[in-house]
């Protein structure tokens, strides 16, 4: 930590006359761009049938009990990558606890969810299937669903040719993985930091500046600009209850460990701009409100509007292209397909 604030203060210096490049050089301390092609994942070697395959998992509702819902229910690709709701809406219209984080660029997230609970995508995909609060269903019966359909059973063939029975719900998940592996959105900040001056606007560049030099870089860094580390929410000053709810302890939850109440995995900020509401709670709509907050509670600074409005201009430069997605003709159910229940399944 030490280390990390000399390089703050030696930035900070450096940032009040910079250049482009030396701005570029700063940021490339702290920041990297994101790759030019699929990044590989742990276990799961991605081709292009288990990409097609996961396609069609993501937009398919018959992985949920009901038949309602499906991936794309909360991680809706035309609208950030999540579905712009305080908490998301799941099994029999309850409401769920946390407000959905974008599946867009969460391959490169040190871990999932905002407690941190999924190591990687794959765990992550099996989650949401089996809560009760949102597509509450169980493997069995995502087994039973796929396999009563022969086009997927022929395309899980192609994407896992080396198994006699690749019908399954690790399967389901690998799948799943490999096609939100290239939901990857190259933004303008991108380019900025491969090097193109005129990358980013005069009022970004003041921003990035601002962000570095505040010090938002101890939590938000990286590819991703966050999605690593673990960090109490208020480590300064706490927010108020309808922001930071009592009752949601975070990471505790995970690990039973009494210095994780209230830490939260930081949040990657790239589409930042498009996917409100704002953290956990999803109680904050407003992106420079959110700014403002987060000075406060986490760094105990007050910014003024002209830097809040700064900081605001620099996290529109990471909202990307999002990628072409062609949606999937989905197979047909067979007279073995189990039908849709209105009923958590057990």
């Given amino acids: 930590m030490k280390l990390l604030m000399s390089t703050l203060l030696l930035s900070a210096c450096l940032i009040s006359t910079a250049s482009a490049n030396e701005l570029r050089e700063t940021a490339r301390a702290f920041f990297e761009p994101l790759p030019s092609t699929v990044p590989s994942v742990r276990d799961n070697p991605i081709t292009p049938e288990k990409i097609e395959l996961g396609k069609a998992l993501f937009f398919d509702p018959r992985l949920s009990a009901s038949g309602v819902f499906s991936c794309y229910s909360c991680h809706n690709l035309t609208t950030g990558g999540d579905d712009n709701l305080e908490t998301s809406i799941g099994h029999g219209w309850q409401k769920g606890p946390r407000n959905a984080p974008t599946v867009f660029n969460a391959v490169l997230n040190e871990a999932q969810f905002w407690d941190g609970r999924a190591e990687d995508l794959k765990e992550q995909a099996k989650g949401p299937i089996q809560a009760g609060v949102e597509m509450a269903n169980t493997p069995q019966n995502v087994v039973a669903t796929l396999s009563s359909m022969p086009q997927y059973q022929a395309w899980f063939s192609d994407a896992f040719p080396e198994e006699t029975e690749p019908v399954n719900f690790d399967n389901m998940a690998k799948a799943i993985e490999a096609f939100e592996a290239t939901l990857l959105t190259p933004a303008p900040f991108d380019a900025f930091l491969n090097g193109s001056d005129d990358g ?53 939850e995970v690990t039973e460990t009494i210095d994780d109440k ?20 999803g109680k904050v709509w407003d992106l420079k409100v959110a700014v403002q907050i987060m000075a406060e509670s986490q760094l105990g600074e007050e910014l003024t509007d002209e830097e809040a409005d700064a900081m605001v201009a620099f996290l529109n430069s990471l909202t990307g292209d999002v990628p072409d997605v062609t949606l999937p003709e989905l197979p047909p159910e067979t007279g073995t397909t189990p039908r849709p229940t209105a009923e958590v399944v057990r």
Avoid: M, W
């Fill in 200 to 252: 980013i606007t005069p009022a970004a560049k003041q921003g990035l500046a601002l962000f570095v030099e505040k010090g938002c870089v101890a939590c938000h860094s990286g590819v991703n600009v966050g999605g690593h580390g673990y960090y109490p929410f208020g480590l300064i000053e706490k927010p108020g209850a309808e922001i930071l709810p009592p009752g949601d302890k975070g990471r505790f």
């Fill in 262 to 281: 209230y830490v939260f995995r930081a949040s990657p900020l790239r589409n930042v701009a498009v996917t409100a509401p704002y953290f956990h709670s």
